[in-house]
Nanobody, 123 residues
Framework: QVQLVESGGGLVQPGGSLRLSCVAS????????MGWFRQAPGKEREFVAA????????YYAESVKGRFTISRDNGKNTVYLQMNSLKFEDTAGYYC????????????????WGQGTQVTVSW
């Protein structure tokens, strides 16, 4: 069964931090890549970060590099996104995704998706 469940979103002030979590079914978590995407109203879903199965390679969008960190706990079938120094423009729905084969930054190529968790950066 494919299952991805995100949590950890919320309202945070600019400069603040949040940690998103995504718990996956064992089958889904064995995908070659786990990743995070985000989508703001009126915009396309965009790549944020990804991590390979062993956790040895990570990939980031330029807009979040140095502020966000993706990690995974293979014993808990969980992938995390630590978000620091949050900005207004980080406001979006954040989606956990799994890619079974080849990594790309295109949302349309990823195989499995969670329902998303909202992150709002505001005063």
């Amino acid at each position: 069964q494919v299952q991805l469940v995100e949590s950890g979103g919320g309202l945070v002030q600019p400069g603040g931090s949040l940690r998103l979590s995504c718990v996956a079914s064992a089958r889904t978590f064995s995908s070659n890549f786990m990743g995070w995407f985000r989508q703001a109203p009126g915009k396309e879903r965009e790549f944020v970060a990804a991590i390979d199965l062993p956790g040895s390679r990570t990939y980031y969008a330029e807009s979040v590099k140095g502020r966000f960190t993706i990690s995974r706990d293979n014993g808990k079938n969980t992938v995390y996104l630590q978000m620091n120094s949050l900005k207004f423009e980080d406001t979006a729905g954040y989606y956990c995704a799994a890619e079974r084969t080849t990594f790309t930054r295109l949302a349309t190529t990823w195989d499995f998706w969670g329902q998303g968790t909202q992150v709002t950066v505001s005063w």
